[in-house]
């Protein structure tokens, strides 16, 4: 993020092909999804990570590090404890905040990840996961590539490799995978086309969207007007340091990779506490 609120892509994050364009929920929730795999498959270095301490928190930044503007991403590491595993969900976060009531830059961001709690089998057991293609490129059929290549991740490596097409309805089933591990898929690039990466249940739906079909938007959102207390600038500055924290719940996470991500648009993280 620049001193006038506008965002681009870092270097780590500009060859991925995913729509950054989305402002809901939903999109943003999508986002951190599809670009996890992306980023565990390519061993993308995070800007910052630690462990909770004693009492839940983790407060960033670490050891002398600085926090630039910008959008992160941020995942979490599975932890196990009581008979029950927690797997933390992958969420986006900007920093700054805005709050529109003050007009005000916000550097102290406190969010409280969402995360899965399931029972350990007492036996070790097998699952099935399945990938499901959607195409969202209607009227476009013509420049939709005859077959796309999607790998499988256990534990962030590539543990498959798979093809699919119309033949097989664009979908294929993993079966007898390790329980104990996590999965997760990602998309190699379709050229033309944008991927994004949803899980419900078992099943991985993979949608590539006709990159020609998303607009440009034509009202982008204007940076914050200054104090009216103050001066007039020419634009909102950003301050280049801050103190940012996310106290967690106690011992959810042994651990956050905290990736820079730049977008086009400024997020509040309200939406994802």
Not at 182 to 195: I, N, S
Not at 208 to 236: F, R, V
Request: hydrophobic share 35%.
């Amino acid at each position: 993020m620049d001193e006038t609120g506008e965002l681009t892509p870092t270097d780590d994050f500009d060859s991925f092909q995913v729509d950054i364009r989305g402002k809901n929920d939903e999109a943003w929730r999508a986002l951190a999804s599809t670009l996890e795999g992306y980023v565990l498959r390519d061993g993308v270095a995070p800007a910052d990570s630690g462990k909770t301490d004693a009492d839940g928190q983790l407060h960033f930044p670490t050891d002398g590090r600085k926090l630039t503007p910008g959008l992160y991403l941020v995942l979490g590491s599975r932890h196990t404890q009581g008979g029950q595993r927690y797997d933390p969900m992958p969420f986006m976060v900007m920093l700054p905040t805005q709050d529109t009531e003050r007009n005000a830059w916000v550097y102290d961001v406190l969010v409280s990840p969402k995360f899965e709690a399931s029972a350990i089998p007492d036996t070790p057991s097998a699952i099935t996961r399945k990938v499901l293609k959607v195409w969202d490129d209607a009227g476009s059929e013509k420049d939709r590539p005859t077959e796309v290549t999607v790998q499988l991740l256990r534990d962030g490596a590539v543990y498959d490799t798979v093809t699919l097409s119309a033949g097989n309805g664009w979908s294929h089933t993993w079966s007898g995978l390790d329980d104990s591990c996590t999965w997760t898929v990602v998309e190699k690039a379709c050229e033309g086309y944008t991927v994004r990466v949803e899980r419900e249940g078992i099943t991985f739906v993979m949608t590539n969207t006709y990159a020609a079909e998303i607009p440009d938007d034509p009202t982008p959102e204007a940076p914050l007007p200054p104090d009216p207390a103050k001066p007039t600038p020419s634009g909102p500055t950003l301050p280049q340091t801050g103190q940012v924290w996310w106290p967690v719940p106690l011992l959810l996470m042994t651990g956050l990779l905290l990736l820079a991500v730049g977008l086009f648009r400024r997020r509040t993280t309200g939406d994802e506490g």
